[in-house]
Nanobody, 119 residues
Framework: QVQLVESGGGLVQAGGSLRLSCTAS????????MGWFRQAPGKEREFVAQ????????FYADSVKGRFAISRDNAKNTVNLQMNSLKPEDTAVYYC????????????WGQGTQVTVSS
């Protein structure tokens, strides 16, 4: 089974940038739809961004449009989330997730990486 490992979280000041990466353990990753989700303290997990296997279909939550960019490198089994103009409300644990088809739920999850934005 594919395993997902996130990296790149940390502490940053408001207005700063961070780049998260998610690496999959198997080559089958290249056919998966990949997503990023986040969960802030006391809140439910929410969708952030999604990218299909070709990179041709990308979706963002309204709260991050224009500030975050998702991309993938299938040769490296990696999906990235570039986060710019960070706000304190972006503070959360960020999770990478995968699903085989658009009709499937996101069934594969990473362990999460903490992003903290100070004001």
């Amino acid at each position: 089974q594919v395993q997902l490992v996130e990296s790149g979280g940390g502490l940053v000041q408001a207005g700063g940038s961070l780049r998260l990466s998610c690496t999959a353990s198997e080559r089958t990753f290249s056919t998966y739809i990949m997503g990023w989700f986040r969960q802030a303290p006391g809140k439910e997990r929410e969708f952030v961004a999604q990218i299909n296997w070709t990179g041709g279909n990308i979706f963002y939550a309204d709260s991050v449009k224009g500030r975050f960019a998702i991309s993938r490198d299938n040769a490296k089994n990696t999906v990235n989330l570039q986060m710019n103009s960070l706000k304190p409300e972006d503070t959360a644990v960020y999770y990478c997730a995968a699903r085989a088809r658009v009709i499937d739920p996101f069934g594969l999850w990473g362990q999460g990486t903490q992003v903290t934005v100070s004001s």
